[in-house]
């Protein structure tokens, strides 16, 4: 495993690189689709570059439900299609980061006038399995109601009738977009984050290039290149009207809410997807310390670079938990952390938000800009081939030369590579053994395995290096640290939020780690007081944010 310097320190080298070099192609955004493409055209020899206005995966891509699912509830609105497309890209992208898609089993409660009935459930799950080329041993199960009982005591036994029993994916989605880029700088890829978009370059009618802003220095400059992406989720269509080529189909953007509670106050034993009275389903996961449960889907059309969860969210998915499992009790302040995020979904004439459909499309305009939209986490593999497929027809028709074919389902993203589930498995197992003689639980070695993977071997090392009584702390010192070199941290909301997912599955250690991660800031940076004060209070209103829920 080799991990390239990706470093803040390198930040002038790269838009150096980015000012003086014609690219093949340019990628604006860096979701997980911007990622996906960076990587896809790379691979392929294409010289690429990619640019994101705020820090990656900050827009959807690290809001999702953290899922790599197959999309059981595409079957209702008999969407055939999507199911056997993510089903097989799930089991793809579970290959090439085992250590970040990781197997877990999914409840589904039959209920008295549920959305799901038995003989439909089963079926539908036999349809999943096969479309979505389920292996044997997490092929699904119908189970009766005292076996669900067992599997999730929590569930209303008055009204229980049995259950479906499958198996899906989790992840973590800021994670996975970050490793595929970091993978596609072995492609000699160039990535940017903290670089806005303000404009096209044209020749003869034809975008080729952008002129950009760096948000972190004010420097404005241009960047050259044969072809453009527009990747940028839910600004696809403000990117589209700067380029005069908004027409025909357009985004509707939905909002969807995860609430986070202590695991203790919601302790389901494993996965439930589950029915709210409304008709819609809801999912319910157990991550180490905490239990989230998510989602809402509602039309969201307020600003977008302000996302969060208000009182009206909060209350629908409290109640839709009370109502499935009615012991829990669960009320406004038992939530530790929220985070809310926007689906750039197809805009369909007179359907609700849950009815649009999942499937991405891409538009290309009169002057070449390309833009995708649409599309699911799952499908991110997927859609940058499509994508990039449409770049290299072009590229060979217009220069003469041969491009060749997408090769990324045998790639194994950074943190790799791994035989299988099982290396994982043992890997963890090891990696226990050797924390906990510093008083470090299994629970630690997960989270460090899930985020990091065999780059945890390296984190170690600077921590070895660091002294501290605190161990936890000089932990966290040395993820800082590693991030900071690896990971073109920018600051240390970057680090809470994406690097590590400690603002939602960890709250309690961003208060009680705060100073330790800032002081490091101030000494690795070398940035003056003020700029750490500034982030201070930064932070502490986004721990307010996502932990109060008001109006």
């Given amino acids: 495993m080799k991990l390239y310097n990706f470093s803040n320190l390198q930040r002038a080298q790269i838009t150096e690189t980015l000012k003086s070099t014609t690219f093949d192609l340019i990628v604006i955004g860096g ?43 595409y079957l209702k609105q008999f969407d055939f299609w999507l199911v056997k497309e993510v089903g097989t ?39 999943y399995d096969l479309l979505a080329q389920v292996e044997d041993e997490d092929q699904r199960q119908m189970v009766d109601k005292e076996k669900a009982m067992t599997l999730e005591p929590l569930l209303p036994k008055k009204i229980l009738k049995g259950a479906g029993y499958y198996a899906e994916y989790r992840t973590d989605d800021a994670r996975l977009t970050l490793e595929n880029i970091k993978t596609a700088l072995q492609y000699d890829a160039t990535a940017i984050n903290y670089t806005q978009v303000n404009d096209f370059l044209y020749e003869d009618g034809q975008v080729k290039g952008v002129a950009v802003t760096d948000n972190t220095t004010g420097d404005k400059y241009e960047i050259h290149a044969k072809y453009v992406i527009n990747a940028t989720g839910p600004w696809v269509d403000d990117l589209r009207l700067i380029n005069n080529s908004k027409k025909g189909d357009s985004l509707h953007l939905t909002k969807g809410v995860h609430l986070v509670f202590k695991h203790e106050k919601f302790p389901v034993k494993q996965s439930v997807y589950f029915d709210v009275p409304d008709g819609r389903m809801i999912f319910a996961i157990p991550r180490g310390k905490i239990t989230y449960v998510g989602t809402t889907d509602t039309n969201y059309t307020e600003n977008k670079n302000e996302v969060y969860t208000n009182l009206t969210d909060a209350l629908y998915i409290i109640e839709a938990v009370n109502h499935m499992f009615p012991t ?23 359907k609700s938000p849950s009815e649009l459909s999942r499937k991405d499309e891409i538009f290309i305009s009169e002057s070449g800009l390309i833009s995708i939209a649409g599309g699911k986490l799952t499908g991110y593999r997927k859609m940058a081939e499509r994508t990039v497929d449409k770049v290299t027809k072009r590229i060979e028709e217009d220069f003469s030369i041969k491009i060749p ?9 950074s943190g790799g590579p791994w035989k299988n589930y099982k290396e ?5 197992k090891a990696l226990y ?32 290096k660091l002294i501290d009584s605190d161990a936890y702390q000089k932990l966290l010192r040395a993820e800082f640290l590693f991030s900071a ?23 309690e250690s961003v208060k009680k780690y705060l100073p330790a991660i800032l002081q490091e800031y101030k000494e690795l940076f070398n940035v003056e007081i003020s700029e ?20």
């Fill in 424 to 428: 994982v498995k043992k890997y963890k």
């Fill in 328 to 350: 829990v009790n669960l009320s406004l302040k038992d939530i530790q952390s929220t985070w809310a995020g926007l689906r750039p979904l197809i805009h369909e004439e007179g």
């Fill in 31 to 73: 979701g997980i689709t911007g990622a996906g493409i960076l990587l896809d055209a790379a691979s392929r020899g294409l010289k690429v570059a990619l640019v994101e206005k705020e820090d990656f995966a900050s827009g959807t891509s690290s809001k999702s439900t953290k899922l790599i699912h197959g999309g059981l509830r």
């Fill in 485 to 507: 070199k690896y990971e073109l941290v920018e600051n240390p909301i970057d680090f809470f939020i994406r690097r590590t997912g400690r603002m939602y599955f960890d709250i």
């Fill in 532 to 551: 750490v004060e500034k982030y201070r209070d930064e932070i502490l209103m986004l721990i307010k944010k996502h932990s109060e829920i008001k109006n």
């Fill in 433 to 464: 053994k050797r924390l906990q003689d510093d008083g470090f639980s299994k629970y630690d070695a997960l989270y460090l395995v899930t985020t990091y993977g065999k780059q945890t071997d390296e984190i170690l090392k600077i921590y070895e």
């Fill in 89 to 127: 890209e799930r089991a793809i992208v579970h290959k090439l980061a085992p250590h970040l898609v990781i197997p877990e089993k999914m409840l589904l409660p039959l209920v008295e006038n549920g959305s799901y009935g038995k003989w439909l459930t089963s079926i539908g799950l036999k349809v």
């Fill in 405 to 413: 074919k997408c090769n990324t389902d045998k790639i194994p993203l």
